[in-house]
Nanobody, 127 residues
Framework: QVQLVESGGGLVQPGGSLRLSCAAS????????MGWFRRAPGKESAEFVA?????????YYSDSVKGRFTISRDKPKSMVHLQMDSLIPEDSAVYYC???????????????????WGQGTQVTVSS
């Protein structure tokens, strides 16, 4: 069983930055994906934001955040971070840390591929 705990959300003005962190605990193999999804108000499904392949550090981004967000991992601490820069109001959402224990590349952007989800952290971008 894997547990994921997010931190770092909050209120920020447009153009500002936030850094989300996710601490993972529990047992899994070394070959998995960790990702960030978000769910905006009124949306039924979660949207893929970014993911990282734990074994080699390869990163993947949605087009809407590419160039503004950076996902990284801290292997000794079993943590993943999402640095969010140049934030815009459309980035407002609840952000979820996720883990796919099967690391299937073709399903990287599919919420259902991720077996484990954190409780979520609110990010609000507003002046």
């Amino acid at each position: 069983q894997v547990q994921l705990v997010e931190s770092g959300g909050g209120l920020v003005q447009p153009g500002g930055s936030l850094r989300l962190s996710c601490a993972a605990s529990g047992r899994t193999s070394n070959n998995f994906h960790m990702g960030w999804f978000r769910r905006a108000p009124g949306k039924e499904s979660a949207e893929f934001v970014a993911a990282i392949r734990w074994m080699n550090g390869y990163t993947y981004y949605s087009d809407s955040v590419k160039g503004r967000f950076t996902i990284s991992r801290d292997k000794p601490k079993s943590m993943v971070h999402l640095q969010m820069d140049s934030l815009i109001p459309e980035d407002s959402a609840v952000y979820y840390c996720t883990l796919d224990p099967n690391a299937i590349l073709s399903q990287l952007r599919i919420p259902g591929a991720y077996d484990y989800w954190g409780q979520g952290t609110q990010v609000t971008v507003s002046s």
